[in-house]
């Protein structure tokens, strides 16, 4: 597992400091803490992350803002303000956080679309008609009624992609998400349903932007005993020292040059997607709740996944 833990950084990290991702894990101890050395040196070497000391007795609010202006700097000044005022204080003993950036172009524009007045549909779209690969909820070769489809929409360099899940009806996102595991996912993704169509597509113009307290989903998952004081971390600092805190915050905006986490930008955009659909192209309108995916394509990771309900 861990070595697999480092392969899948060490992809994720080519590209150096000019890659479209840039994802920032970081610890944060309380400054009496004394780490041993074999582990910071593990963090390094199979978690490309960093484990720092900082001043929580004395200063929390201080050690609060180094830790934000820590995250803001490694994300391009993208997410800010990740810790909230009360989130630490002279109690803390080590934080863990985690942020997202991801900013990329996708491999051929968008373009804006006039509104679809007589669906009532208000948010801002953009489209395009090109050959994308398109598949069926459930499978194709089960050849069962379609209940959903799923569309994969490239980035530049191809090594990622947004791959959009739309229910034929506009209110079976809950049942989508519901059913939804990660072997179907990679079943529905699978190259002979995922066939290169001749697509007329349009989706929402759209920024989302979250923030985590991971201490409930943890407990819930089984990792109670790291925010107990009867947790035992003796392999990382001698004494006594437990989990105080769990954060991620994340921001995705999908606008017609690309997508970008945590951030954005006023966009000129020359041209109007005109709606001509020939007889041989498939129609993908998202003017409905759907899940969208980020995907890491030659690990086939799932980098970010979200659902759209409206901008």
């Known amino acids: 597992m861990k070595m697999m833990y480092h392969d899948l950084y060490e992809e994720l990290y080519k590209g150096g400091k000019n890659r479209s991702l840039q994802l920032v894990n970081r610890m944060f101890?309380?400054?009496?803490?004394?780490?041993?050395?074999?582990?910071?040196?593990?963090?390094?070497?199979?978690?490309?992350?960093?484990?720092?000391?900082?001043d929580f007795k004395t200063n929390p609010d201080a050690a609060r803002q180094k830790i934000n202006y820590c995250v803001q700097d490694k994300t391009g000044n993208q997410i800010k303000n990740l810790l909230d005022e009360g989130d630490v204080?002279?109690?803390?003993?080590?934080?863990?956080?985690?942020?997202?950036?991801?900013?990329?172009?996708?491999?051929?524009?968008?373009?804006?679309?006039?509104?679809?007045?007589?669906?009532?549909?208000?948010?801002?779209?953009?489209?395009q008609t090109n050959t994308f690969s398109l598949g069926n909820i459930p499978h194709r070769?089960?050849?069962?009624?379609?209940?959903?489809?799923?569309?994969?929409i490239p980035y530049a360099n191809k090594d990622l992609s947004m791959l959009i899940i739309l229910p034929n009806q506009s209110d079976g996102l809950p049942k989508l998400v519901e059913s939804i595991t990660?072997?179907?996912?990679?079943?529905?993704?699978?190259?002979?349903?995922?066939?290169?169509?001749?697509?007329?597509?349009?989706?929402?113009?759209?920024?989302?932007?979250?923030?985590?307290?991971?201490e409930e989903v943890l407990k819930t998952l089984g990792m109670t005993d790291v925010f107990d004081d009867k947790c035992n971390l003796s392999g990382m600092a001698p004494g006594k020292m437990k989990l105080s805190k769990v954060v991620h915050k994340s921001s995705v905006e999908v606008n017609v040059e690309g997508t970008e986490a945590a951030g954005g930008s006023g966009v000129n955009v020359q041209g109007v997607f005109l709606r001509k659909k020939r007889e041989t192209e498939e129609s993908f309108v998202a003017d409905h709740p759907f899940l969208f995916f980020i995907r890491h394509n030659p690990t086939k990771s799932i980098i970010f996944w979200s659902r759209f309900t409206s901008p």
């Not at 070769?141 to 994969?152: G, K």
Request: glycine share 2%; charged share 25%.
């Open 182 to 214: 990660y072997e179907k996912f990679q079943e529905w993704t699978e190259p002979d349903n995922m066939i290169s169509t001749k697509v007329a597509v349009e989706i929402p113009l759209f920024k989302l932007q979250e923030k985590y307290d991971l």
């Open 141 to 152: 070769q089960y050849q069962l009624p379609t209940e959903a489809r799923i569309l994969e």
């Open 29 to 54: 101890g309380e400054s009496t803490l004394n780490f041993y050395d074999k582990f910071l040196d593990m963090c390094e070497e199979w978690c490309y992350a960093s484990v720092r000391n900082i």
């Open 89 to 127: 204080s002279k109690d803390t003993s080590l934080v863990l956080i985690s942020a997202v950036h991801f900013n990329d172009k996708w491999d051929k524009s968008f373009i804006l679309v006039p509104a679809i007045k007589d669906k009532g549909v208000n948010w801002p779209m953009m489209g």
